[in-house]
């Protein structure tokens, strides 16, 4: 089968589609015949090297939509046939989502959104598992005010409808011509880039990595949550810092699925590139304010 991969750290160019064996589930795994897979930062920094792993064929891909084609000893309430989503965690593994086939545990995948295709259902599992744990990291209660920075991105849009449907006062922070935006998506405030909020807030979910800038909007004894393990700044004033890092969980996985399917998450894709095209995609991936997920689709 084909599979993008990467042998030699760099740049997009470094992207090639190799031939590799289909994997074969083991006890307690289902096989899933890709569809459709997420292109994610962190695809981008595998194959700059930023995970290690020099000298090993590293697969990519995080996120997975396709139906199961294969079903290993042990698994229970999944048969061949069935759409699913699901995410294959790890930056250094030898095959990911990018590929025909991949092979997942049964407890890392949920059934598909039924109101969206393939294309859309991509762009939910890496971004919504890290958006929904961050937020509910933060700790708050119906009522307490939130700052979601980088807003209008994948995952700072979807912790924003998120939020917000949690009860949280959500300001977003965001480029000035993404107010409209965010407040479609629920966000209650609106905080141009490179401001600062009117006052201190309960907490701050900073999807933009602002780091010690985000914990000063936070009022003493709040919350912060950063998004990148090993980056949030030191803790202060009593302020409660949370470091998220995301994890296959087919549960939590469902119940996003199924509020994309009451119309309570909106799935954003920027574009699409056939499996061929991994590079292409990785250029695409780049391109500075790209809104939404790039997806790889893989043909019947």
Same mark, same amino acid.
């Given at each position: ?10 740049? =997009?160019?470094?992207?090639?589609? *190799? ?10 795994? /289902? ?7 997420? %292109?994610? #930062? ?14 090993? @064929?590293? !697969? ?12 290993? #000893? ?13 995410? &294959?965690? !790890?930056? /250094?593994?030898?095959?990911?989502? &990018? ?12 059934? +598909? ?6 294309? *859309?259902?991509?762009? $939910? ?16 209660? #119906? ?10 991105? /994948? ?12 009860? %949280?006062?959500?300001?977003? $922070? ?17 905080? =141009? ?6 006052? #201190?807030?309960?907490?701050? %979910?900073? *999807?933009?990595? $602002?780091?010690?800038? +985000? ?14 393990? !090993? ?8 302020? @409660? ?14 119940? %996003? ?24 995609? &990785? ?18």
């Amino acid at each position: 089968m084909r599979a993008a991969v990467v042998t030699t750290f760099g740049g =997009p160019e470094r992207v090639e589609l *190799a031939e590799v064996a289909v994997p074969q589930p083991a006890a307690g795994q /289902v096989r899933v015949r890709v569809r459709a897979a997420g %292109l994610n #930062p962190v695809d981008g920094a595998v194959r700059a090297g930023v995970f290690g792993g020099a000298g090993q @064929r590293l !697969g990519l891909g995080w996120d997975v939509a396709g139906e199961i084609d294969a079903v290993g #000893p042990g698994v229970d309430g999944w048969a061949e046939g069935r759409r699913v989503v699901g995410l &294959h965690y !790890g930056p /250094v593994k030898p095959l990911g989502t &990018h590929a025909e086939y991949v092979v997942l545990d049964a407890s890392a995948v949920a059934a +598909a959104p039924a109101s969206v295709d393939d294309t *859309a259902a991509a762009a $939910l599992p890496l971004s919504g598992l890290t958006a929904a744990r961050a937020v509910d990291l933060l700790g708050l209660a #119906p009522g307490d005010s939130v700052l979601i920075t980088g807003a209008a991105g /994948v995952v700072g849009g979807l912790a924003v409808q998120l939020a917000a449907r949690a009860g %949280l006062v959500v300001t977003a $922070l965001a480029g000035e011509g993404d107010e409209e935006f965010v407040r479609s998506l629920g966000a209650a405030g609106f905080v =141009p880039r490179g401001s600062a909020p009117a006052e #201190p807030v309960d907490g701050v %979910l900073d *999807a933009a990595v $602002l780091g010690e800038t +985000a914990l000063g909007f936070v009022r003493e004894g709040g919350a912060y949550v950063g998004l990148i393990p !090993g980056a949030a700044p030191a803790a202060e004033r009593g302020i @409660r810092v949370e470091e998220q890092e995301v994890a296959p969980d087919g549960a939590l996985l469902a119940r %996003l699925s199924a509020l994309v399917d009451a119309g309570a998450l909106t799935l954003r894709v920027a574009g699409t590139f056939d499996l061929s095209e991994a590079a292409k995609a &990785h250029t695409a991936l780049a391109t500075p304010g790209t809104r939404g997920r790039l997806i790889l689709t893989v043909s019947p």
